[in-house]
């Protein structure tokens, strides 16, 4: 049972972690950049 904990603690922790704002960042990030963002880059 220790082998399994120590395989699956780290990839765990890490969904733990950063799921929520990989889903976030997933569901909020743009096609393409809105046209005042792309005059601020120009």
Excluded: N, Y
């Excluded at 049972?1 to 704002?21: E, H, N």
């Amino acid at each position: 049972m220790d082998k399994f904990w120590s395989i699956l603690a780290m990839p765990l922790g890490v969904a733990l972690c950063f799921g929520p704002a990989v889903v976030v960042w997933w569901l909020t990030r743009d096609k393409s950049p809105a046209p005042d963002e792309q005059k601020k880059h120009d």
